[in-house]
């Protein structure tokens, strides 16, 4: 479904040149992706395609952070540098090509090291919603890790190498109210209809044309009523009201065939799950302050709705799947739902205005807009708390985890372990592997390897193949690998800044040789 026609010809023009994406995550999400500020550390090749993942679907601005010149070498595996920018600062002329794929975009570039803004303008990353770092250098990671962590600033740190790449997000807390299940269920209060829907219920004759809804709901509270009121609660017990539905039918009656099928996906809907109820008993939920952001506020909100007037039950979202059925009918039964929605939602959106009176903040901090959205989504919000990264480097850190996946068959855990070598070798030569041997560092970063096992209190061992691969492109990027890489950064941009879908969690590895990907919790 496309967005609603908009209301002046500029919003138009937009609407039609971002359509597809904004059937992906709405004008909401389109806004606060227009909104976003997105800082680079370092243009290369991966750095650059990150870039434009989020360029083309329109981000507010982006601003590069790069001290190097352009080389040849660049050249050859960026796209957005020519034999013409050799020479020029890598940073300007690659915010310049990036600029020309989206007029809407805002670009800007620092001339300068990262280490000289971490330890003369730590405040300088405020302005950005997220940080991506490609190639940096392992004191590099844990300084930026740590200042990034005490502003809540999320973080991406990235390496394309060979064939093989890796990405690793930090975010110390991040809310998501549009989680986008795969599996979605629609909540249709059958087990605890409220006034409304029994009033249209009881008034509603049971025909070919109404809606499915309809004839499941009068034909289970007809099961119900033979079965001491009780709801079915095992498969048997669905089944026999399959059974009831089909000895209403008179011939092919296709709203009946859909609530025949409907019967096994349509009960449970109103309980809070065990996610949402550890949200709502999450101490930034109970005791909110004048730090709280507007979702906690709004997650206050929701649970005092499901204390007192949702008695258990969560707000009604108000939505309602297609059925087959007379429009008239549908249209009715779709209202009926939408009227109790729009009723709770008041009823929550009170109470955050209350809430927000009483800690003193702006009123217009959180819309009746937002909270429609937050309750419509109340079943599936979430809050991601990450690791930080600087974390990593300390002995002992996550070992199980590691162990375990070194003992997985074809797991890439080796490759991450090789990769971390890597960084270890740039501290400690000075240089890249393989950049003038692949042999001499080859062993190299085998016994740096080794040496990161045994702190860990691993016993395991690193291919002498996996070693050699990472030596042999002498630290050069392949443009395939690293496009594969920046597209898929850039979706976790896109969902961190939008606040919708689940970020990863937290570390994604890539070998393209084999077109093998994995994610690790690290």
């Known amino acids: ?99 020309e794929l989206n007029p809407d975009v805002n670009g800007d570039y620092i001339d300068e090291h990262v280490e000289q803004l971490i330890e003369n303008q730590p405040d300088f990353f405020r302005s950005f919603d ?9 004191r590099t990671i844990v300084r930026l890790s740590n200042v990034l962590w005490e502003q809540s600033i999320p973080l991406i740190v990235a390496r394309s190498i060979g064939f093989y790449g890796v990405a690793r997000l ?20 059958l087990e605890h209809p409220f006034e409304g829907l029994r009033k249209h219920m009881d008034e509603t004759e049971l025909t070919s044309k109404v809606p499915w809804l309809v004839v499941l709901y009068k ?93 258990g039950l969560l707000p009604v979202p108000g939505v309602l799947p297609d ?40 009123n217009d901090l959180i819309t009746e807009k937002d909270v429609r959205l937050f309750c419509r989504e109340a079943a599936n919000i979430a809050v991601v708390r990450g690791s930080k990264i600087a974390d990593e480097f300390e002995k002992g850190h996550r070992a199980p985890n590691i162990a375990s996946g070194l003992e997985t068959p074809n797991s890439l855990m080796a490759h991450y372990l090789v990769l971390r070598a890597l960084d270890r070798f740039q501290a400690e030569y000075g240089c890249v592997p393989g950049e003038s041997e692949a042999e001499s560092d080859t062993s ?30 002498g630290g050069a990027e392949i443009h395939s690998i690293s496009g594969y890489m920046g597209g898929c950064i850039a979706h976790e941009l896109i969902k961190l800044v939008t606040k919708q879908y689940r970020p990863l969690d937290n570390t994604f590895i890539y070998d393209g040789s084999t077109s093998q990907t994995e994610v690790f919790k690290l």
């Open 1 to 99: 479904m496309s967005s609603p026609a908009p209301k002046s010809p500029e919003l138009s023009d937009k609407s039609r040149k971002y359509d597809r994406q904004i059937r992906l995550w709405g004008e909401h999400g389109q806004t606060l992706l227009e909104n976003a500020q997105i800082c680079l550390i370092n243009a290369t090749a991966l750095g650059a395609e990150v870039l434009k993942g989020v360029v083309l679907p329109g981000i507010g601005g982006f601003t590069i952070v790069d001290h190097l010149m352009v080389t040849e070498e660049d050249v050859g595996c960026n796209f957005f540098l020519d034999l013409g920018s050799v020479g020029q600062p890598r940073a300007k002329r690659c915010m310049q090509l990036l600029r």
């Open 444 to 473: 190299r970063i085998k016994s740096l390897a080794g040496k990161m096992l045994s702190e860990l209190g691993i016993g395991a061992l690193i291919s002498d193949d996996l070693v050699y691969e990472i030596c042999r492109y």
């Open 323 to 362: 059925m087959t059925a007379d429009t008239i009918s549908y249209i009715k039964l779709q209202n009926v739902y939408r009227s109790q929605a729009a009723h709770d939602a008041e009823i929550v959106f009170r109470r955050a205005r209350q809430l927000l009176k009483e800690l003193n903040k702006p």
């Open 170 to 189: 930090q975010v110390r807390e991040h809310c998501v109210v549009e989680m986008h299940p795969d599996n979605k269920q629609t909540d249709l209060r």
């Open 130 to 138: 997220v940080i991506v770092a490609t190639s940096i250098s392992e």
């Open 219 to 311: 034909v289970l509270y007809e099961w119900v009523a033979a079965h001491d009121d009780r709801f079915p609660a095992n498969y048997r017990e669905k089944y026999e009201v399959r059974e009831l539905i089909e000895t209403k039918m008179s011939g092919e009656q296709e709203n009946f065939e859909e609530a025949i099928k409907a019967v096994n996906s349509s009960f449970g809907g109103g309980k809070p799950s065990s996610a949402v109820m550890e949200i709502l008993e999450d101490n930034r939920c109970v005791n909110i302050n004048k730090e709280s952001n507007s979702f906690w506020i709004m997650a206050r909100a929701l649970k005092d709705f499901v204390n007192n007037e949702g008695k």
